[in-house]
C-alpha cells in the first residue's frame, strides 16, 4: 500500500495544537520531532558516547521541530491534503504571537514497507509499570519475570507503549483494575490500553477510534495476545460529532474510561465521558502536556470529576479520576 508522509514544521509550542488539529482531521498516528528534545538529549547524554558524529549533532541540534502524520495515497489524498492545509492556514491565523512556527505542509510518498523499516529497529521489549511487558511481535519475548506480555504491531495507528503518555496510562490502569471491570477504550489506536486491560483482568472492553484503520489494527493485536471478539469490540467514529454512535456506545456504562489523546480533546469529552462511565468510575486520561495540566484538571472538576492521582514523565501528565454522579 503506498502512503502519502505529511510533514508540518512548527515548534515545541506548536505541536499539541497541530495535533490536535490532525485529530479533528481524522489522523491519529503521528511522529514527533522536537527540536528542544533533541537538544536536551544531547546535552544529559553527550558523556556517556564513546564516538559522537559531531558535523550530525550540530545539523540535528538546529534542525526544526516538525509533526508527521502518514495518510493513504488513495481517492480521498488529494481532499485530505487540502483540508490539512486548510487547517495550518487557519492556525497560523489565529497564531498572533507568532508561536507555532511557519506551519508549512510537505508532502512525500512512500510505502508501507518503507514506513515500517524506518522504526521498527528502535522499537524494543519495554517493561512498563509493575506488571506489563510490552513486546513487538518481530522480537523475541525475552526474560518476563512473571509480567503480563502484550505483543503488538501497531501498523500504522499510534500505540506502541513507548511513549510518555501511554506508559502513564498503563501504570494508572494496573492500580485500578482488580478483576471483573468493564472498560472503553476512546482513541483506541493500536488497541493497547483496552487489550492490555483485558489481559489485567478486566472482562469486556470497548474501543473507539476516529480512524477506521484502527479497528483492523486493534482486532488484530487482541487476537495475538488471546483475545476474541467475545470480549473485545472495536469500532470506529468521532465521539464528539456522531451522536448516533455516543448513543449505542452509551448503552452501557463503563468501570474504566481510558482516553489518551491531547487535551483539547480530552476537555471536549468530558460531557461524553460522564455519559459512559459508572457512578464511581475511574476516568483515566493522558497525553496531557504539562503545561495544559491545569486546564484540564480545571475542566474535569467543573464536570463532577475528583482528582485521584497525577502521574508525570518527561513533560507529559496522566491525570486519575473518579465521577459521583449519575447523568
Known amino acids: 500500500m503506498e502512503w502519502i508522509q505529511v510533514c508540518i514544521t512548527t515548534t515545541t509550542a506548536g505541536i499539541e495544537p497541530v495535533s490536535g488539529r490532525l485529530y479533528q482531521l481524522g489522523i491519529k498516528g503521528v511522529e514527533i520531532e522536537d527540536k528542544e528534545d533533541f537538544a536536551e538529549f544531547l546535552d544529559q547524554n553527550t558523556p556517556y558516547w564513546d564516538m559522537v558524529d559531531e558535523d550530525l549533532m550540530a545539523q540535528m541540534r538546529w534542525c526544526d521541530t516538525r509533526v508527521k502524520a502518514y495518510i ?5 489524498a488529494q481532499d485530505t491534503l487540502s483540508d490539512i492545509r486548510a487547517s495550518m492556514l487557519a492556525l497560523a491565523g489565529m497564531d498572533e504571537e507568532g508561536e507555532f512556527g511557519s506551519l508549512t505542509v510537505e508532502c512525500q510518498s512512500m510505502n508501507e514497507e518503507d514506513w515500517a523499516n524506518n522504526w521498527k529497529q528502535y522499537f524494543k521489549p519495554l517493561n512498563v509499570g509493575e506488571k506489563v511487558r510490552i513486546v513487538p511481535e518481530w ?10 506480555v502484550f505483543v503488538v504491531n501497531p501498523g500504522m495507528t499510534f500505540g506502541t507503549g513507548t511513549h510518555h503518555s501511554t506508559r502513564l496510562c498503563i501504570e494508572e490502569l494496573e492500580q485500578v483494575i482488580s478483576g471483573g471491570e468493564t472498560m472503553i477504550d476512546i482513541g483506541c489506536g493500536s488497541g493497547i490500553l483496552s487489550i492490555i486491560g ?6 469486556h472492553a470497548e474501543a473507539v477510534d476516529i480512524d477506521p484503520n484502527a479497528v483492523h489494527t486493534a482486532y488484530e493485536n487482541a487476537e495475538r495476545n488471546g483475545i476474541g471478539k467475545d470480549r473485545y469490540h472495536v469500532c470506529a467514529g468521532n465521539v464528539l460529532t456522531d451522536t448516533a454512535l455516543v448513543e449505542e ?3 452501557e456504562r463503563y468501570d474504566i474510561v481510558a482516553a489518551n489523546i491531547v487535551a483539547d480533546v480530552i476537555i471536549a469529552l468530558l460531557p461524553t465521558v460522564k455519559r459512559l462511565i459508572k457512578p464511581g468510575g475511574v476516568f483515566v486520561c493522558s497525553g496531557i502536556i504539562t503545561e495544559r495540566q491545569a486546564d484540564v484538571e480545571k475542566a474535569l472538576a467543573a464536570h463532577g470529576f475528583s482528582m485521584d492521582k497525577v ?3 518527561a513533560d507529559w501528565c496522566a491525570i486519575r479520576c473518579t465521577h459521583a454522579v449519575a447523568e
Open 311 to 313: 502521574r508525570t514523565s
Open 139 to 148: 522480537e523475541n519475548t525475552g526474560d518476563t519475570q512473571g509480567r503480563t
Open 249 to 251: 456506545l452509551a448503552k
Open 198 to 203: 483485558l489481559q489485567l483482568g478486566v472482562s
Open 72 to 76: 493513504c495515497a488513495d481517492e480521498t
